[in-house]
Nanobody, 115 residues
Framework: QVQLVEFGGGLVQAGGSLRLSCGASGSTFTVRVLGWYRQAPGKQRELAASISGGGRTNYADSVKGRFTISRDNAKNTVYLQMNSLKPEDTAVYYC?????????WGQGTQVTVSS
């Protein structure tokens, strides 16, 4: 089995930046997709950004141009660089991993953007 642990959430003023990290440990696996989902209070969980095992990236229109997803295979870590943050970005952010055999979720990390 695989465990995902997220770091980097916090409180930031509008226009600021945060970098989220998600480390994977446990069983060996082959990555199909890594992603960052987010869920704001009273809202459905949505995909903010994803990166395939081959390095192809995808972003929600609401974050395109401001967020960047990347990965470090040697460290088994995926990152989400968030710039020009807006109050609308406030949410719990969840790391997601789809492997060749299963999928996994992180515990979530709170990002709060104040105006």
């Amino acid at each position: 089995q695989v465990q995902l642990v997220e770091f980097g959430g916090g409180l930031v003023q509008a226009g600021g930046s945060l970098r989220l990290s998600c480390g994977a440990s446990g069983s060996t696996f082959t990555v199909r997709v890594l992603g960052w989902y987010r869920q704001a209070p009273g809202k459905q969980r949505e995909l903010a950004a994803s990166i395939s095992g081959g390095g192809r990236t995808n972003y929600a229109d609401s974050v395109k141009g401001r967020f960047t997803i990347s990965r470090d295979n040697a460290k088994n870590t995926v990152y989400l660089q968030m710039n020009s943050l807006k109050p609308e970005d406030t949410a719990v952010y969840y790391c997601y991993l789809l492997t060749s055999t299963s999928d996994y979720w992180g515990q979530g990390t709170q990002v709060t953007v104040s105006s």
